[in-house]
């Protein structure tokens, strides 16, 4: 996937979980929880925008190290709303999907990065 994509890839699933989380209950838990979620899946984009802009392999597999722990992070909290009975698994089955292919794909071009092709 080239990095124009991936960036536009990355904004629409932020963007998606920042309307999924609008729609959660007003309570302590769903604030706290959504609050989280809406930090780490920005932050999906935003460190995936930065790593394009790396000054070395080692500064892109740092920065792509990080989309992979809050693309992981985010469908975590997904896992959350599911299992604590906030959500039910098909308003979220989409987006954790979605999470995981991007936790996927910055795996693969860390190993690739790397040179070490799993």
Known sequence: ???SDMKKRTKAYALAIIRLVQSLPNTP???VIGNQLVKCSTSVGSNYRASCRAKSRADFIAKMGIVEEEADESIYWMELLVESGI?????????????????????????TARGNKR
Request: proline share 6%.
């Open 1 to 3: 996937m080239n990095p």
């Open 87 to 111: 959500l039910p698994q098909t308003e979220v089955a989409d987006l954790q999907t979605e999470g995981d292919e991007i936790v996927r794909i910055v795996v693969s071009s860390i190993n």
């Open 29 to 31: 838990t769903t604030r």
